[in-house]
């Protein structure tokens, strides 16, 4: 049996199914990490070696072989003392992390979008087959009255035959609404991970949110400020510029602190001293310096390949800010269209069953005839469902607004959650 869920537990239950959320989860993990791999090249490193071996060596005057075993053991370390490049590694990391960041938060939205637009199609496809069927009955009823009509012979075949051909292009409606309705709820399942969900239903009488009060400059700073996209065009911006600043490094020398001790032991003596036992230990302690000469002109190259990069990173952020202040336009305006032709069909109902209710007096009386009440009849039960389906486009839109502007939470569906009539 189908089990209703609100907007809001359907969206927690998607993080633990949905594929491309957990992939960008993953991602910004990885960043994670990344960061702290490259964080490494400023701390020291240290090493241990050890070693056995025996080396034989054969003297032909005087003949004579000698077999000499040694054992070996030493630790190294160093700690980087001058390495610029590995700094600005470190930061281009720390940007990664952002980007990531941005990246996840973009997920999350697009998954808010996705849940709602798929749980306002299911109720969609609901009142849809809903109004199909209370037409059905209606045109039924008119189809009968039609008949008793023709038999008493106070009307034509052709109400008959016009209320028949009405109520079978009802019943084509009502079998592609069954089938739309069907699709609807397997996407809404296939997206949530779980199968017969019944979304709840718009509280009667349905109060939707009043229209937004600020401009639509105001919607354009906001995403220009906070929408992921430009906050990851923005890092990439600022990891280019640090690529060219890491490529000029390729002419500035490294300083390392570097230190070891080793011991060498040989139990039978060497070369040098045979059948004594050997036992040799070096200490070293110093500061190493390497300082690129020439490379082939490779890090000039380096330099101007990131430069143009860096160009590149820019553009595509300009170009991104124009098609994100677009986006937030249309969405705007597309609210505030929604919220005009909510109320424009809203009007358009309450005059359709006027209309409705007077040819069906008419029809009564004499003074009208079959078709123009079904004609009302369609009209009706059209706006009907024309205005239940603006209603959640108009919420859907709100929520691509503030989508399109960076600022989309799970705040906001649990205001779409007070909206619901709960079970």
Do not use: C
Not at 32 to 54: F, M, N
Not at 69 to 95: D, H, K, M, T, W
Not at 248 to 256: E, F, Q, Y
Not at 363 to 375: A, E, M, S, T
């Amino acid at each position: 049996s189908a089990s209703a869920q609100s907007l809001l537990t359907l969206v927690e239950q998607a993080q633990s199914y949905d594929a491309a959320w957990q992939s960008a989860q993953a991602q910004w993990r990885a960043a994670s990490s990344r960061a702290d791999q490259a964080r490494a090249g400023l701390l020291p490193s240290a090493a241990l070696a050890a070693g056995v071996g025996t080396a034989r060596t054969e003297i032909s005057r005087p003949e004579m072989s000698m077999t000499l075993p040694n054992r070996s053991v030493s630790v190294s370390a160093s700690q980087p003392l001058y390495r610029p490049a590995n700094r600005i590694g470190l930061e281009q990391s720390q940007r990664g992390i952002d980007i990531a960041q941005a990246q996840l938060d973009a997920a999350t939205q697009d998954l808010l979008v996705r849940v709602s637009q798929a749980y306002f199609d299911v109720m969609a496809a609901q009142d849809t087959l809903t109004f199909v069927r209370a037409q059905k009955t209606a045109v039924a009823e008119q189809l009968a009255a039609a008949q008793r009509n023709f038999e008493v012979g106070t009307t034509t075949v052709t109400d008959q035959r016009e209320a028949q051909a009405r109520f079978d292009l009802v019943r084509a409606r009502e079998i592609a609404a069954e089938n739309d309705l069907h699709v609807k709820r397997l996407a809404l399942d296939q997206l949530v991970g779980r199968s017969a969900i019944q979304p709840w239903p718009l509280a009667q009488p349905v109060q939707l949110p009043a229209p937004d009060s600020h401009e639509v400059t105001h919607w354009v700073e906001q995403a220009q400020q906070q929408q992921p996209q430009i906050r990851q065009a923005l890092m990439a911006v600022d990891v280019a510029r640090l690529e060219t600043a890491k490529a000029r490094t390729g002419h500035l020398p490294t300083v390392d602190l570097q230190a070891s001790h080793a011991i060498n032991h040989y139990p039978n003596g060497s070369t040098n001293s045979l059948g004594v036992n050997t036992r040799n230990t070096t200490t070293s302690v110093g500061v190493a310096l390497n300082l690129p000469l020439f490379a082939g002109f490779a890090v000039q190259n380096r330099i101007q390949e990131t430069l143009a990069r860096e160009e590149q990173a820019e553009a595509d952020l300009e170009a991104l800010r124009r098609n994100v202040a677009q986006a937030t336009r249309a969405a705007y305006f597309g609210v505030q269209s929604g919220h005009s032709q909510v109320s424009a069909l809203q009007a358009a109902e309450a005059s359709s069953q006027s209309a409705l209710d007077a040819n069906q007096l008419g029809y009564k009386v004499g003074v009208r005839i079959n078709i123009d009440v079904l004609n009302a009849q369609s009209q009706l039960y059209e706006t009907k469902r024309d205005l239940a389906v603006a209603r959640y486009n108009l919420l859907l839109g709100q929520l691509k607004l503030r989508q399109a502007a960076g600022v989309l939470s799970l705040d906001d569906l649990r205001a779409l959650d007070a909206l619901l009539a709960r079970p």
